[in-house]
Each structure stands twice: as C-alpha cells, then as structure tokens.
C-alpha cells in the first residue's frame, strides 16, 4: 500500500487512527473513490484528503479479514455499518474550522477597476447597472490602503470589471505605488482578452506581476463575436484579436485559462471551439480550458432559454468537459491538500472586494450594494460579514453526497442556487480527474527521482 498523498495534517490530527472494532461489519466510507489504474487500485478518501495506491493483490484482499482491511480501518476508508458518516464529516470541518487560528491581514482583493466594458454579451450579471471607472484618486488611496492593512505580508490581487483592461491606467498606478512602498504583490484577472497588445503584456508580467487571466470563449468565430457584440465597428474580427492576445500572454508565461460558458445556443458549436484550440495550443503549458453551465440559478439568471434544458445542459458539460480532457487541455486541476473549512473570498476575512469608488465589499458579483467598509475608513458592517459566512441548510440528498467534504455553499452566493443531481455528476467526474492527475504527477515525480539517484551513482 503506497501512500500517493498524506491525510490533510488537520484529519490526521483530529481523527488519529480509527480502532477496529470486534465483530463490527466495515464497508466504504461514503467518500471514498476508487479509481482502477494499471498498477493497481487508487483510493481516494474525500474526508481525510489521503490518496492510496493498493497493488491488484491487495486490492483482492480489501474485503476480507487481513492487515490490508485493517490498515484501511485504521486510515478511515473503511466505516463501521451503520454510521453516519455526513454527521462524522460535519462534525470533523467543524471542529477543524473552529480550530484554524485566526489570520492576520487582508491579504486578497478583488479590485474593480471600472464597471464599463467593451463588450455587450446578451448574459452578462452586469447589464443595468451603472458604468462607473476608478478615479486616480481613489487608486491612489486604495495602494495605501493596501499597505496598510497587509500585516506586511505579500498580497494577491485579482483586477476585476467590467473589463478591467478598460481602466488599465489604473492598474499601473496601483502597481506603481505598491513598489514604492516596498509592498510585495503578484496578481491574476479576469478579462474578455480583446485589449492586450504586446505593450501591455509586457507590462503585466513586469509591473503587474500577473500570472493568470481567465478569459471566456464562447464558440467559434461568428458565434463569439455575436456573443460578445463589442462595441468596435472596425472591421477587425474580436475573435481572432483575442485568439492572438491569448498567444502573446502564453508567450511571455503568463497562464491563460480559458473558460468556456455553454448554453442552448451553443452546446455544439463549443465542441468545435475546443478542435481549433488544441490545434493551436494542445499540450502547451499554461493553457487550460474548462465549461461553465449557463442556467438559471447562477449569475445568469436572465437565461430563460435555458431554463427547461437543465439536464440536457449539464449532460453537455460532461460530454464536453470529457472532450476537453481528450484533446489535453484539461488544465492541471489536483486534489485540495487540506480540508475544506470555508467557502470563497465572500466568508474569509483575509479577501476583499473593492469597488470603482472604493466601498468594500465581500462578493465580486455587487458592486453597488452588500458592501462593509470603504477605503477611506476603518469602521467595519459585522452583521454584513456576518451574513456572507452562512452556509446554505443541506439538502436530504447531501446525506448521501459523496462531494460533501468538498461542498460549501453560501446562502449569499448567487452562484449556490439549488442543488441538481447533474451539478453533482460534474463535481464527481472533476474529482475523479483530479485524482488520475495527481497519480500520473506522482508517477511522473518518482520516475524523475529514480533517474537522479541513476545518475548520482
Ligand atoms: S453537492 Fe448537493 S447534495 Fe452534495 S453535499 Fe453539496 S448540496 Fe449536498
Ligand atoms: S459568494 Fe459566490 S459569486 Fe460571490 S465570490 Fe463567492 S463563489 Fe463567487
């Protein structure tokens, strides 16, 4: 039995080893996943976090009386008949929750840089809100606010719209004035692509210090610039402007994750999307690509064409995430080390979110209401905060949920919404992908170790 990944330190800590109990009948623990490779059997414990590898003769062995049985008793693969193992999960990340000590700092902001855009997609969260830039002014004092409240530790930006390239000036000044200060900082975005050139890539991987953009594709090229409807009349296809900035971005070793938002309109389209991409790109590191379902409890509410196809949506995703997998562009998407004892930026107060005029908010998603503080102030709104930690009530389905460690949905979050069996398939098939990557990681580590040692000799 070899040991690909340890139990998250917290589980080993809190759970230590489980005790065989006499006569007791043992069966999986409900989060455990196997997944059958060449050299043997990987189990994958979703509530310790600790992957294992068992060769074919141990894997014979796993059901019967025996020190393999035993060891994956005492590494809680196995459970006794008739726990309950949500109350043994629930009760675990809340004691490990409750344990974390607290963290000193804001560390994480979301800074918007402007609520306009250059773009028009029919989907967009944003449509009716009002179009405001970031003034000098207040990224000016934001930097120091930055500074101030890092507890001098190094900060991750993530620059935010609208479309953050539409108010670039700001970025730079933001940047500038943390170098100045001596404030460490690296940073990603979220960007439709359209206004990188080779100038301004060659300033985010220098002054911005960005490592990765996402950067929505909606199909190919009469589909996305349908979609996007941006505002230039130029004759200049956006399609293939963006397809080139993504190049310039790869090329100066910045990541690109591609995300792609699939609805009724262009379920089949995104199939073809993904041949012209690993065309160009299949197998390049720092390119990944992965689906967004388009539905109508999500951000994209407004989707009412999407609305009856629920299921016939979410089969899609999992045929095209498969496709995506294929063609190599799955990205490199691992396993969580520890466990998983908070949602998003919305519930962890080391992260931020600042708006075009500087009010502090929880969630990316409002930048017109929800917010907690200001920039310019040190006063805080508890009960908000308060508010972005409750956690959705679980669902009678979530007893049996095998994602149930993985699960944390806030009741603010617009994206939680309700809970299909067809979400759980694609949250299921990603953790399966996750742990095949680590094992190949694994493999690939070990086999690089082996010839090191060859060559030293
Ligand atoms: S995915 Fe759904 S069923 Fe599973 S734990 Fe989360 S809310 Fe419960
Ligand atoms: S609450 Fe939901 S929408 Fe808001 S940041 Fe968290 S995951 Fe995203």
Redesign the pocket.
Same mark, same amino acid.
């Given at each position: 039995m070899e040991t690909i990944i340890p139990a998250a330190k917290a589980a080993a800590r809190l759970l230590r080893e489980q005790r065989s109990r006499l006569g007791a009948a043992w069966r999986p623990l409900r989060y455990v996943l196997r997944e059958d490779v060449a050299e043997g059997t990987l189990l994958f414990n979703g509530l310790t976090r600790e992957l294992l590898l068992l060769t074919p003769e141990e894997t014979a062995q796993m059901d019967a009386p025996g020190p393999v049985r035993e060891a994956l008793i005492a590494r809680w693969f196995l459970a006794p008949e008739g726990q309950d193992d949500r109350k043994l999960a629930s009760e675990l990340l809340s004691l490990a929750a409750a344990l974390e000590p607290p963290k000193e700092g804001i560390t994480g902001y979301t800074v918007m840089t402007t609520t306009d855009c250059n773009a028009r997609c029919f989907y967009c969260y944003e449509l009716g809100r009002s179009r405001v830039p970031m003034s000098r002014e207040t990224a000016l004092r934001l930097a120091d606010y930055m500074t101030a409240h890092s507890g001098g530790k190094k900060l991750h930006i993530s620059w935010f719209g609208g479309e953050p390239l539409y108010n670039a000036e700001i970025i730079d000044l933001i940047c500038q004035k943390l170098r100045e200060a001596g404030q460490e900082y690296r940073s990603s975005m979220i960007s439709n692509g359209y206004l990188f050139d080779e100038a301004t890539v060659r300033r985010a991987a220098e002054n911005w210090k960005l490592e990765r953009v996402q950067i929505t594709l909606d199909g190919t090229e009469d589909v996305y610039n349908r979609s996007k409807a941006y505002i230039y009349k130029d004759g200049v296809s956006p399609y293939r402007r963006v397809l080139d900035n993504i190049e310039l971005l790869l090329e100066a070793h910045i990541a690109v994750r591609v995300r792609l938002n699939l609805g009724a309109h262009n379920g089949e389209d995104l199939f073809r999307l993904v041949d012209g991409l690993a065309e160009r790109w299949g197998g390049r590191p720092g390119l990944s690509v992965y689906s967004n379902p388009l539905f109508e409890n999500n951000d994209f509410g407004v989707l009412e064409q999407v609305r009856t196809h629920r299921e016939e949506t979410f089969r899609r995703q999992l045929e095209l995430e498969d496709y995506i997998r294929q063609k190599g562009l799955g990205g490199r998407n691992g396993l969580r080390r520890s466990l998983r004892t908070g949602g998003c930026m919305a519930d962890n107060d080391q992260s931020v979110v600042v708006a075009p005029d500087g009010h502090i908010g929880k969630c990316e998603h409002f930048s017109e209401s929800e917010f907690c503080s200001h920039i310019d102030s040190e006063a805080w709104d508890r009960e908000m905060i308060r508010s972005w930690k409750e956690k959705?009530e679980?669902?009678p389905? +979530?007893a049996g +949920?095998v +994602?149930?460690p993985e !699960?944390y949905?806030l009741k603010k979050c617009p994206n939680a919404g309700a !809970?299909f069996p067809e979400?759980?398939m694609i949250?299921e098939s990603r953790l399966r992908q996750g742990v095949r990557n680590e094992y190949r990681w694994y493999v690939h580590k070990q086999a690089a170790r082996e010839e090191q040692e060859q060559e030293n000799c």
């Open positions: 959705v679980e669902v389905d +979530c +949920c +994602c149930y !699960c949905r !809970c979400a759980r949250q």
